[in-house]
């Protein structure tokens, strides 16, 4: 495991990360639209930053991981301000492009496979030990199981809290597949993160066997 010390700009660059979620937490934690779907979305967040924070001494990701990692983070936590099915960017889209239903909860499950294939890929390749090449479907296959186990989650959470709450955490809006739709969805976004990934690899390889 990395335990080098990080260059001082990085350092600086974290601490950005750092400060932008709590500032975000701050301000989405400010009157939400549901306060108690809210405290159930945060649970994610909540887990995720203390694992990342328990972790960060024995594993070690790359800043690029840590700032995708941000990313998601942020927009979930907007969308657990003001539940998925009323963020008013998931109303914009559907009013400019004519779309039957608030698709944000879509945009976040897409973006969970697209922005944090690379983060998952650092932990199968230098903690599982993946090989490369192999690497970028297990990514993909990771996420699909990971997505799949969530939504399954989602539902037994929904069984036990109260009908309303229930439907507006799972914010499937009245579609019987939507978890399905939301799996795919991530699976669909690590694909074609990992397919760039490992299209910029091979350029790289094809460019140093041309060198040598």
């Known amino acids: 495991m990395e335990t080098r010390p990080r260059p001082a700009a990085e350092r600086r660059k974290l601490r ?16 939400p639209y549901d306060r108690s779907d809210w405290l159930l979305e945060n649970l994610l967040v909540f887990a995720a930053v203390a694992l990342l924070g328990l972790t960060h001494r024995r594993f070690r990701f790359s800043l690029k991981s840590y700032a995708l990692f ?28 004519e779309l039957s239903r608030n698709h944000y909860d879509r945009i976040v499950h897409f973006c969970f496979g697209f922005l944090l294939a690379v983060p998952f890929r650092e932990l199968l390749t230098r903690v599982v030990g993946v090989r490369e090449r192999w690497s970028y479907a297990m990514v993909v ?11 399954a989650t989602e ?14 955490w799972l914010g499937t809006q009245g579609d019987e597949w939507d978890a399905q739709k939301d799996t795919a969805l991530a699976a669909l976004g690590a694909t074609l993160t990992m397919s760039a990934a490992y299209w910029r690899g091979r350029r790289r390889r094809d460019a140093g066997l041309s060198r040598s």
């Open 16 to 31: 950005l990360l750092i400060a932008w979620i709590a500032a975000l937490w701050g301000i989405t934690a400010h009157a």
């Open 70 to 97: 941000t990313a998601f983070l942020s927009l979930h936590l907007i969308g657990a301000h003001y539940t998925y099915s009323q963020t008013p960017l998931g109303f914009w889209l559907q009013d400019a492009l």
């Open 141 to 151: 296959v990771t996420v699909l199981g990971m997505s799949g186990c969530y939504e």
């Open 155 to 168: 539902g037994l959470v929904a069984m036990i809290v109260s009908p309303e709450l229930g439907s507006a």
